[in-house]
C-alpha cells in the first residue's frame, strides 16, 4: 500500500463547479499535511497546510480526519486557471521529509 | 527577496556520465532538501542537508551524492547515469533543524535531466 494515496483522477469540470479531491495516508505518525498544486512541467507549489481543525483560503478548503487518516481538498466556483495537478503532502516526525501522492489531475473546461 | 535558485535548468548526458545539479537556497535557510520526480512516479525524497551535513537519505544508490557549501548553497551530484535517471530534480530550503517547521517547502523551479 502506498503511503500517500489520492483519487486517480482525472477530473473534468465545467467553470463553476465544486470539486473535491481526497487523500489517505498510512503513517499515524504523520504529523503535518499540505496540499501543492503543479502546472505541467513546473514545480510543485505550496496551495495550503491542512489543520485539524480545518480551514479555509478563499475558494479553497482543507480537512483533516485523523481517526481516518484521510485528508480532502474542496474547491469551490472553480475558474480555468485552477486547472492543473494537485498533491497530497504527508511530513511524518521530525526527519523533514515529505511524502507525496501521485497527484490528481484537474481539468476546469468553459 | 530572491527564492530558492536551480542550475541548469536542463541538463543533458549520456548513460555512464555524471551529471551535477546545483541549488541556492532562500537567504537565511540553512537546509535544503532534493527530491526526483520521474514521470509516473510521483516526488520522491532524496537526501536533506543542514549546516553542513547529510541529515537524511532518501531509498536511492550511493551514485547519488551530494554537498552542502559553507554557504548553504548545495550540489547534488549522480554518477555513472542511467536511462532511469530522467526527471526533473527539485530543490527546497527551510530554516535549520532547531526552528519549527511546519509548513511546506518552497521549490526552485528544477533542472530537467535527460540521460539519452
Known amino acids: 500500500r502506498k503511503e500517500v494515496e489520492q483519487d486517480p483522477g482525472p477530473f473534468n469540470v465545467p467553470e463553476g463547479a465544486t470539486v473535491a479531491f481526497n487523500c489517505t495516508y498510512s503513517?499515524?505518525?504523520?504529523?503535518?499535511f499540505f496540499w501543492y498544486r503543479q502546472d505541467c512541467r513546473k514545480e510543485p507549489k505550496l496551495l495550503m497546510s491542512?489543520?485539524?481543525?480545518?480551514n479555509e483560503d478563499g475558494r479553497f478548503t482543507a480537512q483533516l480526519n485523523r481517526a481516518s487518516q484521510y485528508i480532502s481538498l474542496l474547491i469551490r466556483d472553480s475558474k480555468l486557471s485552477d486547472s492543473a495537478t494537485y498533491l497530497c503532502?504527508?511530513?511524518?516526525?521530525?526527519?523533514?521529509?515529505?511524502?507525496w501522492g501521485l497527484g490528481t489531475s484537474l481539468a476546469v473546461n468553459p | 527577496e530572491a527564492g530558492v535558485t536551480q542550475s541548469p535548468t536542463h541538463l543533458i548526458k549520456t548513460r555512464g556520465q555524471q551529471a551535477t545539479l546545483r541549488c541556492s537556497p532562500i537567504?537565511?535557510?540553512?537546509?535544503v532538501y532534493w527530491y526526483q520526480q520521474a514521470l509516473g512516479l510521483g516526488l520522491q525524497f532524496l537526501l536533506w542537508?543542514?549546516?553542513?551535513?547529510?541529515?537524511n537519505r532518501g531509498n536511492f544508490p550511493p551514485r547519488f551524492s551530494g554537498r552542502q557549501f559553507p554557504n548553504y548553497s548545495s550540489e547534488l551530484n549522480v554518477n555513472a547515469l542511467e536511462l532511469e535517471d530522467s526527471a526533473l530534480y527539485l530543490c527546497?530550503?527551510?530554516?535549520?533543524?532547531?526552528?519549527?517547521?511546519?509548513?511546506?517547502?518552497?521549490f526552485g523551479s528544477g533542472t530537467r535531466l535527460t540521460v539519452v
Open positions: 527546497a530550503s527551510s530554516p535549520g533543524t532547531g526552528v519549527f517547521t511546519d509548513y511546506g517547502y518552497t
Open positions: 503532502v504527508v511530513k511524518v516526525g521530525n526527519n523533514r521529509k515529505l511524502i
Open positions: 542537508y543542514d549546516e553542513g551535513e547529510e541529515r
Open positions: 491542512v489543520y485539524s481543525s480545518g
Open positions: 537567504s537565511g535557510h540553512t537546509s
Open positions: 503513517n499515524s505518525a504523520s504529523q503535518s
